[in-house]
C-alpha cells in the first residue's frame, strides 16, 4: 500500500511539474479530499502536498495560489464533513468505517468535549483525526462559527505547514548537498 501512495504522490508532483498551471486546482483537491470524512482514509494526499512544497523550492510553482488553493480546500472538506454530520447525525454510525469501529464516536465525542475548537486543530493536524473531528463536531452540533473560525484558520495554518516543510527540505538538500 505504501509504494501506491508513493507512485501516486510521485505521479501527481510529475504531472504539475509538466503542467504547472495545473498546480492550485490539483492541490485544492487533493486538500479537499484529505479533509472529507471517508474520503481521506482512501486518498491519504499528505505526502504529494508535501511533495508540492519541493516544487515550490525548487522554485517550479508559485507558493501563494498554491497555498490558498490547499487550505480552501481543506476547510472546505472540512466544513462538508461537519455538515454531514450535522445533518445525518447518529444516522452516520452506519457508515463504513464507522460501522465496523462504533467505539470511534463515544471517544470522538469525548475528545471534542475536552478540546472544543482547540480539537479542530489538533484534529487537523493528525491523519486518524483529520477527517473524523469535524464530522464529530457536527454530529454534536459544536456552533457553527466556532467550528468555522477553527476550520479556517486551521486549514491555512496546515496547508502552510505541509507546504513549507516541502520547501524547507529543499533548501536543506540544496544546502548540503546542492
Do not use: C
Not at 499528505?46 to 519541493?54: N, P, R, T
Not at 480552501?72 to 464507522?98: F, H, M
Not at 452540533?141 to 491555512?156: C, G, L, V
Amino acid at each position: 500500500m505504501f509504494a501506491a501512495l508513493e507512485a501516486f504522490a510521485d505521479q501527481t508532483v510529475a504531472f504539475v511539474k509538466a503542467n504547472q498551471a495545473w498546480a492550485a486546482p490539483i492541490v485544492f483537491l487533493l486538500a479537499f479530499g484529505e479533509s472529507l470524512a471517508f474520503i481521506s482514509l482512501l486518498l491519504p494526499a499528505w505526502g504529494a502536498l508535501v511533495a508540492m512544497g519541493v516544487l515550490i523550492g525548487a522554485g517550479e510553482i508559485n507558493f501563494w495560489p498554491v497555498w490558498i488553493a490547499g487550505s480552501v480546500g481543506a476547510a472546505l472538506g472540512d466544513w462538508l464533513s461537519y455538515w454531514i454530520g450535522l445533518k445525518l447525525e447518529r444516522t452516520v454510525y452506519n457508515v463504513w468505517p464507522l460501522s465496523r469501529h462504533p467505539e470511534m464516536i463515544p471517544k470522538g465525542e469525548e475528545f471534542m468535549k475536552k478540546w472544543g475548537a482547540l480539537g479542530i486543530f489538533i484534529g487537523r493536524f493528525s491523519g486518524p483525526l483529520r477527517a473524523t473531528v469535524p464530522l464529530i463536531a457536527g454530529i454534536f452540533a459544536m456552533p457553527f462559527w466556532r467550528f468555522q473560525f477553527a476550520n479556517w484558520t486551521s486549514a491555512f495554518l496546515w496547508a502552510a505547514v505541509l507546504l513549507t516543510l516541502g520547501d524547507v527540505v529543499t533548501k536543506v538538500f540544496k544546502y548540503f548537498w546542492g
